[in-house]
């Protein structure tokens, strides 16, 4: 089945980039996405990347997309404490059928004052 | 307005009994989903409908009984809880559930604890 692996945690201190990576195995996947989750709180959806593209940005974010390697990546620019929260790598097939995204382990940013 | 809503947000309770989660969307969704977040914030899947009709059911406890009474509703049913059922329950809705870009939108979870 399909597989989203990401590191567990990550530390950085404030006004760094923080990298966030990410491996997926399901070559079909079409939709690739990034989710927040901050304490006690659902997930949010941040980005999202189609599989034809190699990158987005959107203000502080930017996504970088290596479908050859199946590797996800979400860098945060100027990290703020805000951003100290949960971040999930998904991913959505294009089966034709209806949508399973299929989450990764989540990766928890600690960003240091 | 929430658009995802989930009732209780707290839920503690003792082996072996019977308990209900519910949830609301108010986003004119057509598709709702479960999902467990366990200790480790491992997140899966368990059920998703579309117009109250199942479309996903992963391999879930038969104990496990999602209702779906109307298009903006999803609850779910746990018979006989056990400890290992103690986890963060998600609900979640997208607009048509279809294969491609669909954003889902998540409650702000029910935290189930079985003693």
């Known amino acids: 089945g399909e597989d989203v692996e990401q590191s567990l945690f990550l530390s950085v201190r404030e006004g760094d980039s923080s990298v966030i990576n990410c491996t997926y195995t399901?070559?079909?996947?079409?939709?690739l996405y990034w989710y927040k989750q901050e304490p006690g709180a659902g997930l949010q959806l941040l980005t999202y990347?189609?599989?034809?593209?190699d990158m987005k940005q959107d203000q502080r974010l930017t996504v970088l997309l290596n479908k050859k390697d199946k590797h996800l990546s979400l860098r945060i620019a100027d990290t703020q404490t805000g951003d100290s929260a949960i971040y999930f790598c998904?991913?959505?097939?294009?089966?034709?059928?209806?949508?399973?995204?299929?989450f990764g382990t989540g990766t928890k940013l600690q960003v240091i004052p | 307005d929430t658009a995802v809503s989930q009732t209780p947000k707290y839920l503690v309770t003792q082996m072996g009994n019977d308990k209900s989660i519910k949830c609301e969307q108010n986003?004119?969704?057509?598709?709702m989903y479960w999902y467990k977040q366990d200790s480790k914030k491992f997140l899966k899947i368990m059920f998703s409908?579309?117009?109250?009709?199942?479309?996903i059911n992963e391999t879930v406890p038969n104990r496990f009984s999602p209702k779906s009474p109307d298009k903006a509703h999803l609850n779910l049913h746990i018979n006989s809880l056990e400890l290992g059922d103690s986890a963060v329950y998600f609900c979640?809705?997208?607009?048509?559930?279809?294969?491609?870009?669909?954003?889902?939108?998540f409650g702000p979870g029910t935290r189930l604890l079985v003693l």
């Open positions: 979640a809705s997208s607009q048509g559930g279809l294969a491609g870009k669909e954003t889902q939108y």
């Open positions: 399901d070559s079909s996947s079409t939709y």
């Open positions: 990347i189609f599989s034809n593209m």
């Open positions: 998904a991913e959505s097939p294009n089966s034709g059928g209806y949508q399973k995204v299929t």
């Open positions: 986003l004119g969704h057509d598709t």
């Open positions: 409908y579309n117009n109250k009709e199942l479309i």
